[in-house]
């Protein structure tokens, strides 16, 4: 039964998820007001050129370049232009227009999200975005609503398409990063500027909303500690294998304590991370999404699907514009976020987690035994230690090592140790004679 | 900031999970009023006997006989009794008094659930249930709301945490059926009397509240087709490892047009099946559960967790108070739930799936030809036959082939068809002579 009014729907952007939320739009428009209880009229798509290539065929009539005039006639205005100016104005006017939004720009919300919840928290209406964190994945409404009574203690995501592929590829083919970039740029996967995606920013502004939701607490990107994939070698992913790893650009929110001061908050970052192969998320493969959430209660819960792509994307959107309109109809809850916790954010250094530390070190006597002892000065404990058979490579000639012998390469894995007693382990031990190279220090995520 | 009158919960039933939601109630009092914007204060626990002993240590002074009492002081009415009566008068009550309710009963919930619905609907309450279908995972909600702008076109749910411990158990260690039963009623996986779960009745439920969410459709729990895992053999599943698949007990509910009649409908079926090893659903172990679910837009998408346990259920539990008590405080929508979609329910005889036929035939010459042609007769396509060794065993001893030679094991993996082709087909075979035994016939799921 319908017996409400239609309520109008205005779009911003006619992208690839634009074009398909104004095609879902049209085509289900029967489906979805029997679901809502209303109708959903797109009145209008504002688009900065009416005249641009589009993905997909839109009704030339809805386009407009007038967004200002759009917005205020809308009862629910879907903001998908990206970016943060103008989308920040156009979404501020349209709470000020008493119109709920729903949007999927990550960047904006990492960077402008408390004050859009001030804003809608203000005039009483609502912010969706469960577009913004894992394309068609629902992980928004399970930390904001499902997750509401529990604590979350760590989040693990896989939440960048691009990175996954990359170094999939990696893992399955024994690709260079060069090789495999190039691959997911030839198949859509990697931007003309995959920069972004490869250092982890894009990562870092998700890390940030999902870090907000889990823990009650601001935490504005520039907190978000970064480090992306662009030094990964297949080396270091065909000895991952051999241990029994794979490597993820993994982004990480997680509550703890600082095992030197004592302080308890919260951290949120994003780097390269070895994790066991029989973690669940070591099963995402390709250009897929995955967040495995560790709560109190609950205990671990993974969410898994699509990260990206137009029309997976316009799914979640639809999701939250059925919502909006719901509320419409019934009245609804105002904004079921706080803030309130306001937990302290932790830098890097107070982070603690396992560590595997790849050297080159001169093949003779005493050597283990000495890097062996630097850990135990360190307050760092070794789990296990794998020596390769020693060569004579051109990198020990070129290095000249002490010695005259030739060189080994050892393979540490440590236990949970905390970033500042790794640091300063790894700088004693680089400063060691017998110590040719540090070749690479990666953290071991998901223990 | 605190600026509502606090909220009174009332407790009905004491179980593990109600001791666990009483604990986390009062022991995260202030946090849960942060979230809330009200205190939540637990006025009463409903019980049989006072007396009783409990899993967790509860205030004596909450406990109560009087059920109805308590449930008309209260704002938020939590059913964890379990079966249909009281259970169900309890609830009409907590709707008729003005009390939203929230529930993990799903026997209830699959028999009365449309007349619950009915009943908040008519007062303007709410009746939330995210732990009645796979404890601690969020899939109500994502269900409900973030998909409720795509089309959901199948849902395969491993659902039921002690059918999968088992065939876990028999796939990892080769254990038989009755051996892996008697290793989770020991380690408490399953009940005493375990025919809920293992006949499939548990998952039957679940798989009539996820279509209902799917479908927009009433699906009584009497429409799902059931069968049981209590036939599963340790040949069939070693069987089925050699061939690549794992067996799992799946709740499956699916759009679909029957092939024959052309009737477009929804299916809900439970019954163990043959996956992939490759699937998402091959990597869930042990009691843990997982939905996956296919849609029109968002693609595949799967949800992960502890699907039943004390405290795990718990915060499926404490999300819905918290959903619940939000609005209490800011208002908030009717039943954002509805069956306008009516579908018609298919039977099983519409459903399509692939097929593995393992038969014991006679060793002789032209016999896989004419079974081949049997299933080419009945429209079945053959993907694969594997014959294994022919063997004089003592079944084809007794069974006294024709012409006096061994058996051989012909395993037949089909394309897509019909249960009413696959059943003529499998009666034409079994009928004939050169056919010593059909030994099984199993659905292959998760194309």
Redesign the interface.
């Given at each position: 039964m319908i017996a409400y009014r239609n309520l109008r729907v205005a779009l911003l952007g006619a992208g690839s998820v634009g074009a398909?939320v104004a095609t879902?739009l049209t085509e289900?428009h029967d489906?979805?007001a029997?679901?809502v209880?209303a109708g959903l009229d797109l009145v209008g798509i504002a688009v900065r050129d009416v005249d641009a290539p589009r993905s997909a065929p839109l009704d030339p009539a809805l386009l407009t370049t007038d967004a200002m005039s759009l917005i205020e006639s809308a009862d629910i205005v879907i903001e998908l232009m990206g970016g943060i100016e103008p989308a920040r104005s156009y979404i501020l006017h349209a709470l000020n227009s008493g119109a709920d939004v729903v949007t999927g720009n990550k960047a904006l919300l990492a960077a402008h999200g408390p004050e859009l919840q001030a804003a809608a928290e203000q005039v009483g209406a609502q912010v969706y975005y469960?577009a913004a964190v894992a394309g068609?994945?629902?992980i928004i409404?399970?930390l904001r609503?499902?997750?509401?009574?529990?604590?979350v203690k760590r989040i693990l995501g896989i939440v960048n398409g691009t990175t996954n592929f990359i170094l999939d590829k990696m893992d399955v083919e024994g690709d260079t990063f060069e090789n495999a970039l190039a691959v997911a740029t030839e198949l859509g996967y990697a931007e003309a500027d995959p920069t972004a995606d490869i250092e982890g920013y894009d990562a870092a502004q998700k890390a940030a909303i999902l870090a907000r939701l889990a823990f009650?607490t601001d935490v504005p990107v520039e907190a978000v500690h970064r480090e992306g994939i662009t030094t990964i070698t297949a080396a270091q992913v065909s000895q991952a294998q051999k241990a029994g790893y794979v490597v993820k650009l993994l982004a990480i929110c997680e509550r703890l304590t600082d095992p030197e001061t004592g302080v308890e908050g919260v951290s949120a970052r994003v780097y390269p991370a070895l994790i066991s192969r029989q973690h669940?998320l070591a099963?995402v493969h390709g250009g897929k999404n995955a967040v495995f959430v560790e709560?109190?209660?609950?205990?671990?819960?993974?969410?898994?699907?699509?990260g990206a792509?137009g029309?997976?994307t316009?799914?979640?959107?639809?999701?939250?514009?059925?919502?909006a309109a719901?509320?419409h109809?019934?009245?609804?809850?105002?904004v079921?976020e706080?803030t309130?916790?306001n937990l302290t954010i932790l830098p890097i250094d107070s982070v603690s987690t396992r560590y595997q530390i790849t050297l080159e070190v001169s093949d003779a006597p005493g050597v283990l035994a000495r890097i062996a002892s630097l850990f135990s000065e360190h307050g760092v404990s070794v789990e296990a230690v794998q020596q390769s058979v020693a060569s004579v490579g051109p990198d020990a000639v070129a290095a000249g090592t002490p010695d005259g012998s030739g060189t080994a390469t050892l393979v540490i894995v440590t236990h949970i140790a905390s970033e500042r007693a790794l640091s300063r382990t790894v700088a004693a031990i680089a400063d060691q004679k017998v110590v040719v190279r540090v070749e690479s220090v990666l953290r071991v995520e998901g223990a």
């Open positions: 398909q879902l289900h489906e979805l029997s679901r209880g469960e068609a994945i629902p409404r399970p609503e499902s997750l509401a009574g529990d604590r009650h669940p099963a709560a109190e209660a609950a205990g671990d819960l993974m969410f898994y699907g699509a792509g029309i997976e316009a799914s979640a959107v639809l999701g939250d514009v059925v919502s719901r509320r109809v019934a009245g609804g809850p105002g079921a706080t309130h916790a």
